[in-house]
């Protein structure tokens, strides 16, 4: 199974060949997306058990992302506040930004200490089982997340690598497909860095920009269709969705506009 995962991450198309071709192509595919999801879930639980049962510590790490928070703005705006070209509507601005970082300032020691007061409030279960209860579930629902993603891509791509030319079928699609699934192990590093989040996010966008190549790719290779097919067919129907949305959001504003004229009128 490691030379299968490897291979993925190494886009070694020898190896997503030697998965389609395989009986077991859908079970050995499985195994990858169970894999990740017990080590990144395994991951999540522990951190969110540690934060759990150090309470404190994880208040204190809020309270220093918030005041890292208020140094930022408050520098940002400084160096706005020192140019020369600055309208007397960005001066209003500005005071007002002014305003919002002293009331941060000021409420945010009350606000530690509502966090404070909240987390020692009585549970159904007792702390320590509690914070158990929420690791075993972060265990168990991490591969369970993976797999409902992975599906969903599957069918919708599918259908449209089939629109153009595609000829393997689905239980090729979900096995390798799932090899898709093998970058997101640095989804365990992205949560174990959650308390620097442009780093954290950093780390999943690497991941999941990652495993659309590999999913890319698989497409490809199990619809034996060239890369630029293949890639239509994975962005068709997000995009499909994406033009419904914004067709859909116009519609509701002209409706919205529409109502607003004739109770106007």
Do not use: K
Not at 225 to 230: K, N
């Amino acid at each position: 199974m490691m030379e299968t995962f490897n291979g993925a991450l190494l886009l070694r198309e020898r190896v997503f060949e030697q998965l389609r071709g395989s009986p077991q192509v859908v079970r050995r595919g499985m195994m990858i997306v169970l894999l990740v999801g017990i080590i990144v879930g395994a991951v999540d639980g522990i951190h969110i058990l540690v934060a759990a049962l150090n309470i404190n510590q994880t208040i204190e790490q809020q309270r220093g992302v918030l005041e890292s928070f208020l140094d930022d703005f408050e520098q940002q705006i400084e160096q706005e506040a020192v140019d020369e070209d600055t309208t007397q509507q960005q001066q209003q601005s500005l005071l007002v930004s002014r305003q919002i970082v002293t009331i941060g300032r000021q409420n945010l020691d009350p606000y530690i200490a509502m966090v404070r007061d909240l987390s020692t409030l009585p549970g159904f279960l007792p702390r320590p089982v509690g914070a158990l209860a929420y690791a075993l579930g972060a265990l168990v629902s991490t591969p369970l997340a993976y797999l409902a993603a992975l599906l969903t891509a599957v069918v919708f791509t599918h259908i449209a690598a089939g629109w153009f030319g595609g000829q393997g079928n689905i239980q090729q699609m979900i096995g390798v497909g799932a090899l898709s699934v093998a970058p997101h192990l640095l989804d365990a590093l992205a949560n174990a860095f959650g308390f620097i989040e442009s780093l954290s996010g950093l780390i999943g966008a690497i991941a999941w920009v990652w495993g659309l190549f590999i999913f890319i790719l698989a497409t490809s290779v199990v619809h034996r269709i060239d890369t630029g097919r293949a890639a239509l067919a994975v962005f068709l129907f997000p995009l499909i969705g994406f033009f419904l949305a914004i067709l859909g959001f116009c519609a509701l504003f002209l409706f919205s506009i529409a109502s607003l004229a004739t109770l106007a009128g």
